[in-house]
Each structure stands twice: as C-alpha cells, then as structure tokens.
C-alpha cells in the first residue's frame, strides 16, 4: 500500500520560513514525479513544484521561483519543500503527490497538473498572516 503523509503547516506571518515534510512509503517503482500542489476553497489551485527521481527535473510554479525550495533526503526517506519569505497569498492547503514514472520530462508536463499525480496526502495548513 502507498501511503503519502504531509506535515509542518502553521500559522505563520509575513516575512517568515516553514519547511513542509512529506513522507512517501510503499512504492515499489523506481522512478516517480514529486509535487507540493496547494489549494484555496473557491479560489485557484496550484502545482507548487514537481520533482522528477527519473530526470533530475525540477518545476517550480512562477509565483514562488526564488522563495521555495523542493528537496529530498534518500537516507530518511523524506521530501521536503522550503517556504522561504512567506506571503499572505501563499495561504493554502499544502499537499505532497506522488505519480510512479517510466517516461521523461513529466515535470514539463502532466506533473504541472493536479490530474498528474495518482497518490496523495491528506493536506496541511499554511497560513500567512499581515
């Protein structure tokens, strides 16, 4: 069974850092696309950024390229995505996807879209005061 678990999310102000932590289990393939994807309720959704264990390819959504970092560690078995310079519109429920591969350039692809990821977490607040 795959499981996809998420956590980190607070309530933070503007200005300040949050690293989010997923931790992926059960998967049997050996390449797969990572995404933090990030939802408001009624509002616009986004694919955060899409790692690829396949290429090396990494897609970060404009909104955060420069403030955002996505990161894996092989040895705990853990990605990571680091929230630098905080603003009240990256408000959002976060959550880690997971999509096995056998083809390249995912990230340039279907990996940008919800639609592209099969297993998910259940999501964590973030929250970004003034």
């Known amino acids: 069974e795959v499981r996809v678990a998420e956590s980190g999310g607070d309530l933070v102000r503007t200005g300040e850092s949050l690293r989010l932590t997923c931790i992926v289990s059960?998967?049997?393939?050996?390449?797969?696309?990572i995404g933090w994807l990030r939802k408001v309720p009624g509002k616009d959704r986004e694919v955060v950024s899409c790692f690829s264990t396949r290429d090396g390819s990494v897609y970060y959504t404009p909104s955060v390229l420069g403030r955002f970092i996505t990161s894996t560690d092989n040895a705990k078995n853990m990605t990571y995505l680091e929230m630098n310079d905080l603003k009240p519109e990256d408000t959002a429920v976060y959550r880690c996807a997971v999509q096995p591969l056998i083809v390249d350039g995912y990230c340039s692809g279907y990996g940008r879209w919800f639609s592209g990821y099969q297993y998910w977490g259940q999501g964590t607040q973030v929250t970004v005061s003034s």
């Open positions: 059960g998967i049997t393939n050996t390449d797969y696309a």
